[in-house]
């Protein structure tokens, strides 16, 4: 679907703090502090991969924001990091092991919702070939969600390929408000990623229909994740279908990212679907078999046959 080229995102970099030596929330008097958030963990894993990758985002004048704002040029993304009177967004969480995950997200009215259309035009660039947005960011706020849709309407005026996750958050916000934020994207999005509920809303329609109403709405690829079950895309061309290729769960958040950040590159590449796919599910391996949302993204010499 293209050829390499920047990747470009905007999104919530937040403070995470899981604790140690396995405690719980109700436990825990120590914790790890990593840093994290969907659209940074997908440009983190890209970045990895072997493509540049920027990232948009807005701290707060704190000292987790000075936390955010080291770790990303520490790993190298190109970061266009915004400051704000607001806090910087935290996260509180346990590692998630398959079922409901303990966490308190303290991003209310947080620097994150001040994002713009202003900071996507000062950090566009024409070597953009592909853009990764969700409806964590296009729910936060007005400024955020005009963001996000001058990120798509950007990237479709220089040919990039639109990748959609919905990355339904039920503690940020409800479905419904989900779709009302995915709604102003609809029909303007090449490829979409998400559960069948996740796609239902950016579609507009039900789970079963989803697929398939998002390839008439002009999805040229749309990729249903089924967690443990694996994935299964579709195409105009046809299905395909991959199986999870994790051994060891440690902790699941972030797997889906890692997924889009593997697919991405694939796209990045102009790899198959099926080897899209292959990567994307290589990589989600990786991740959950360590605590973290990032901590467990693979570089490209670490990924052996899925490459």
């Avoid at 790890?32 to 958030?37: E, H, K, L, P, Y």
């Avoid at 987790?64 to 993304?77: I, K, Q, S």
């Avoid at 046809?238 to 694939?266: E, K, L, M, N, R």
Wanted: charged share 20%; glycine share 12%; net charge negative.
């Amino acid at each position: 679907m293209t050829g390499a080229g920047r990747f470009f995102t905007l999104g919530e970099a937040l403070a995470v703090f899981i604790p140690s030596n396995g405690a719980s929330l109700a436990t825990a008097t120590a914790y790890r502090r990593t840093v994290a958030g969907s659209e940074l963990n997908v440009a983190a894993a890209v970045l990895r991969l072997g493509h540049p990758a920027r990232f948009v985002t807005v701290v707060g004048h704190d000292g987790l924001g000075d936390a955010v704002d080291r770790a990303l040029t520490g790993w190298g993304v190109d970061a266009r990091v915004g400051r704000s009177d607001r806090p910087t967004g935290t996260l509180v969480r346990e590692p998630a092991t398959g079922g409901p995950t303990a966490a308190v997200h303290l991003r209310t009215d947080s620097a994150a919702t001040e994002l713009g259309p202003d900071q996507v035009d000062a950090a566009w660039s024409p070597d953009i070939a592909a853009v990764f947005v969700t409806g964590i960011t296009a729910v936060r706020s007005p400024s955020a969600a005009a963001a996000v849709r001058r990120t798509v309407d950007l990237a479709r005026a220089a040919g990039a390929v639109v990748v959609c996750d919905p990355n339904l958050r039920p503690r940020i916000a409800g479905p419904d408000a989900f779709a009302r934020a995915l709604s102003t994207i609809r029909g303007l999005v090449d490829v979409a990623v998400g559960d069948p509920a996740e796609l239902a809303l950016l579609s507009g329609t039900s789970p079963a229909e989803a697929p398939a109403a998002l390839l008439g709405q002009g999805c040229r690829l749309v990729i249903t994740k089924f967690g443990a079950d694996g994935a299964r895309a579709i195409d105009t061309a046809g299905s395909y279908s991959a199986p999870s290729q994790a051994t060891s769960v440690v902790d699941t958040v972030g797997a889906g990212d890692a997924f889009a950040g593997g697919v991405i590159t694939g796209l990045l590449e102009g790899a198959t679907v099926a080897k899209m796919l292959d990567l994307g599910s290589a990589v989600a391996a990786r991740v959950v078999a360590t605590a973290g949302d990032i901590e467990g993204l693979p570089f490209r010499d670490e990924m052996g046959g899925a490459r």
